[in-house]
């Protein structure tokens, strides 16, 4: 069964995709202008950004939730996926530093 997608939904898919992969090799936001102007911890700094992940995630949820009920279109659908999705890797990974940073500062001298 072949699917049929019109030209312009498959451009806007491929469009999506490379601002997605822009955004993920060039960050938005400075972190450390982000920590700057408030003057918060680095623990302020973190929950922002895990907060940022939990409305990505709501947002997928919401526009897959519009799908099944027909009224969201499906490139929109996979995009706010794959915003979800990069927004979870980035924060895993900087999980994984942290906790490797910590292990290797446990394992030095005093």
Do not use: C, H, W
């Amino acid at each position: 069964m072949a699917i049929s997608t019109p030209f312009n939904a498959a451009a806007a898919a491929y469009g999506n995709a490379s601002r997605l992969i822009n955004q993920a090799a060039k960050p938005n936001t400075d972190l450390q202008a982000l920590a700057a102007p408030s003057g918060g911890s680095f623990a302020d700094m973190l929950a922002q950004q895990v907060q940022g992940v939990v409305d990505a995630g709501k947002t997928s949820d919401a526009m897959a939730i519009d799908m099944v009920n027909g009224k969201a279109n499906v490139v929109d659908m996979v995009t706010a996926l794959s915003e979800t999705e990069i927004a979870i890797e980035s924060m895993v990974t900087v999980r994984d530093r942290v906790i490797s940073a910590y292990e290797e500062i446990m394992r030095m001298p005093i």
